[in-house]
């Protein structure tokens, strides 16, 4: 399994900005598609974006589509998600997820599809 280590949360004001990165270990980070999760205290958690190993494809639901951008640089082994125009609603504990594909361009989207895990970094926005 590849480690995933998350950095960036913070506390911002709505409307605001943050760029979260996941380091992840290892030389094949190429070969696995990532997604990132949050999840707020009494909620499920949920995806809010994902990308293939390829990085040609992405998916975001329409609560994030237009403000979140979900990136990869596969000769760092660094997953990014860049957020725009927070919102109050978006406070929650960010984790970045990996798993292992060998379909280059598929784009996982359920919590039971990967099996890495990062320890989480937490973003806060006040209104």
């Known amino acids: 399994q590849v480690q995933l280590v998350e950095s960036g949360g913070g506390l911002v004001q709505a409307g605001a900005s943050l760029r979260l990165s996941c380091a992840t270990s290892?030389?094949?980070?190429?070969?696995?598609?990532m997604g990132w999760f949050r999840q707020a205290p009494g909620k499920e958690r949920e995806i809010v974006a994902a990308?293939?190993?390829?990085?040609?494809?992405?998916y975001y639901p329409d609560s994030v589509k237009g403000r979140f951008t979900i990136s990869r640089d596969n000769a760092k082994n660094t997953l990014y998600l860049q957020m725009n125009s927070l919102k109050p609603e978006d406070t929650a504990v960010y984790r970045c997820a990996a798993t292992a594909s060998w379909r280059s361009d598929s784009v996982f989207t359920r919590t039971v599809d990967f099996g890495s895990w990062g320890q989480g970094t937490q973003v806060t926005v006040s209104s």
């Open positions: 290892g030389r094949t980070f190429s070969t696995y598609a």
């Open positions: 990308i293939s190993a390829s990085g040609r494809n992405t």
